[in-house]
């Protein structure tokens, strides 16, 4: 079933890419809440990249799972568990504040490397949402620059849940604006050229307006039952 899941969404990715981007366009297994043997399958037919929400969790799958994935924290970071993580995940999406940034850069710094970002966007400024505002983000990534031990890469949302892939379109329009806007300015230490949005409801669509990366959990691994509790 995950085969042939990923066998469905690899295809459906080729077909939306515009054809700069075809083939290139990564796709990031989202196996939160899942287990580890499901994760064991997906590395068996070529998925190196896994997206983990909660810093417990990738510290346990990282010790059981072949040191060749490259684990990416989606999920809201909190300052305290940055020293957790910062060797085990290859980038980390979910940057919206000044304040994280600055922890992952002293924490960073004393492992002597340079962690690769992210910047969180709430594009459809939902209250309910992590990330930075669009209006925000140029001052947020100019402040961020300047830190040794990061690196922004680019730019991420999660769009509104909606039973339409489509009725996003407009968010990852709006994104790919402000990405190039970004782009443009050419800050210092700000390398664009990560743009990761798409989830199982909307890669199709995300992929069309130019996503580099994107998060697919449900459509590869089913259904999250999450515990009671
Ligand atoms: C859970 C999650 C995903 C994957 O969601 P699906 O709808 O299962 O594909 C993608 N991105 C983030 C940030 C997530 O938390």
């Known amino acids: 079933m995950i085969q042939e899941n990923l066998r469905l969404v690899t295809q459906k990715i080729d077909e939306a890419a515009p054809p700069e981007k075809r083939g290139k366009v990564k796709l990031i297994a989202v196996s939160k809440t899942k287990p580890v043997s499901a994760i064991e399958e997906a590395y068996l037919y070529g998925i190196r990249d896994f997206g983990e929400n909660k810093v417990q969790e990738i510290v346990e799958k990282f010790d059981l799972l072949p040191k060749d994935i490259r684990w990416h924290m989606i999920g809201h970071l909190q300052r305290n568990k940055v020293k ?3 060797d085990k995940v290859a980038l980390i999406h979910s940057v919206d504040s000044l304040r994280l940034a600055e922890e992952i850069s002293k ?4 492992k002597g490397k340079v962690m690769p ?3 969180e966007v709430n594009i459809a400024h939902e209250d309910s949402k992590f990330g930075v505002s669009p209006g925000d983000c140029e001052q947020l990534i100019r402040q961020i620059s300047l830190l040794p031990g990061v690196q922004i890469r680019g730019l991420m949302t999660v769009a509104p849940f909606v039973e339409n892939g489509e009725e996003n379109r407009e968010y990852f329009k709006a994104m790919k604006q402000l990405y ?3 782009m443009t300015k050419n800050i210092d230490n700000v390398y664009m050229d990560i743009l990761s949005m798409g989830m199982t409801g909307d890669y199709q669509v995300a992929v069309e307006e130019g996503a580099d990366y994107v998060r697919v959990g449900t459509g590869i691994f089913g259904e999250r039952n999450y515990q009671p509790g």
């Open 180 to 182: 190039v806007d970004i």
């Open 117 to 119: 970002i992210l910047i």
């Open 84 to 86: 957790y993580i910062i």
């Open 107 to 110: 924490e960073a710094q004393k």
